[in-house]
């Protein structure tokens, strides 16, 4: 693999992140036990294509030790994820263990377990103070954090070399400048993978919001209209117009578009820590670097990102069961190998200790001091989350402060 890390470390993660949709369904946490033994439902999103069978592992490695319980898996893209637990809830099939991002709705409609009435207070106090706090609700941890990550700019060095463009961009003006020659070089090429299509449209938003000074609120108020978010959502405006990205990026996902990067034909991305594990897989001659992701003004940022493992309580008997299940999941010999896999970085001091020194990992690290997460513990947060991924596609079409307007009415209209 030819590349080089602008934080002056080596990578070499062994994961895939274009996202599948690989699914053995359920009917939901009814409190049947077949056979003797209690059944845990239990939903999850596809990291990788490596997820379904990384999960059948650890759920094998469970039942050999718990004979009693019997864990039912579904995995679905992320795509669908939201949808699919949205139609459980309302039907009255609501998993037992469940997967994914936005709960303080969940929390608020007293739908979950707390955090320590699932784990035992070993594992609740190995996890990072910070990651912790993340799921919390008025003081309450209502999710158990389960990864974290941070974002950074993927840059294919080649194509910057022949469009003579000399160093990474730090400022946005350079970004637009370098990504503008880079695809003045024709061939189906684009200057910036800009995905602002619904599979991750907030995280897009949040690196350009943010990155001009921008936020979407904090734990009580949802602010995705407030005047200091504009400065972002014009540059991508700015970026569009110019013909720095590809085309029609209102309906481009992250993952395919992702894709194209790694066969060479983006000049720069933003990219996950999985993004190296997928360039080793797909084209491991890619000659890249990863560097911190232009800001307005050059200053350090980042997306940070964690997802969280959450108890819904629909039966009150399964949940000695679900604590068994969290207790033996975070030991550290088999979390770590789980996180290690899926190319994210661990929530627990444990895990983060046995990967003390692990090169991979440095870039991203060195990045998450400086990293902004979303508003996760604000009960708005998931139709905010909705809100971005049906709305903000439309910037390359309306106005910027349109768009935000739209956006927030969504939220507060609930």
Do not use: H
């Not at 909705?386 to 106005?399: I, R």
């Amino acid at each position: 693999m030819k590349k080089s890390l602008r934080f002056g470390s080596a990578i070499a993660i062994a994961a895939t992140a274009s996202l599948t949709l690989a699914s053995c369904g359920f009917g939901g946490g009814s409190g049947d036990e077949a056979d003797g033994k209690t059944t845990i439902d239990m939903l999850v999103p596809s990291y990788s294509d490596n997820t379904q069978g990384l999960w059948e592992d650890v759920i094998a490695g469970f039942e050999e030790e718990n004979p009693d319980i019997a864990v039912n898996l579904e995995v679905q893209s992320w795509d669908n994820l939201e949808s699919v637990i949205t139609t459980k809830i309302q039907g009255g099939e609501a998993p037992d263990i469940y997967n994914g991002g936005p709960f303080a709705g969940f929390a608020a409609d007293e739908l979950l377990y707390t955090a320590e009435e699932v784990v035992s207070p070993e594992v609740l106090s190995d996890f990072q103070d910070s990651f912790i706090a993340n799921t919390e609700v008025d003081g309450t941890a209502y999710a158990l954090p389960l990864i974290a990550s941070a974002r950074a700019l993927f840059v294919n060095n080649a194509l910057l070399e022949q469009a003579g463009v000399a160093a990474p961009p730090t400022t946005w003006d350079e970004l637009l400048d370098a990504a503008t020659k880079v695809s003045a070089l024709g061939g189906g090429i684009a200057g910036y993978g800009m995905p602002l299509g619904s599979e991750e449209a907030q995280a897009e938003a949040a690196v350009w919001l943010w990155g001009g000074g921008g936020s979407f609120g904090d734990a009580e108020e949802i602010t995705v209209d407030d005047p200091a978010n504009l400065p972002g959502a014009e540059q991508i405006k700015k970026m569009i117009d110019a013909g720095a990205t590809q085309a029609d990026p209102g309906s481009t996902d992250r993952s395919p578009l992702m894709d194209i990067f790694v066969q060479g034909q983006i000049g720069m991305q933003v990219g996950l820590p999985p993004t190296v594990g997928q360039i080793e897989e797909g084209n491991p001659e890619l000659d890249y670097s990863i560097v911190p992701i232009p800001t307005q003004d050059g200053s350090p940022f980042t997306l940070g990102v964690m997802d969280q493992l959450m108890a819904f309580q629909n039966d009150g008997d399964k949940q000695d069961a679900i604590t068994k299940f969290f207790d033996y999941y975070y030991a550290a010999d088999v979390y770590v190998p789980w996180v290690q896999a899926e190319g994210f970085l661990p929530v627990t001091k444990s895990g983060a200790e046995q990967l003390a020194g692990e090169e991979a990992l440095a870039p991203f690290l060195e990045l998450l001091p400086d990293a902004k997460f979303y508003p996760s513990t604000n009960p708005k947060w998931s139709a905010t989350d909705g809100a971005f991924k049906a709305l903000f596609g439309q910037l390359q079409s309306k106005g910027a402060q349109e768009v935000l307007t739209e956006i927030q009415a969504q939220v507060d209209a609930g």
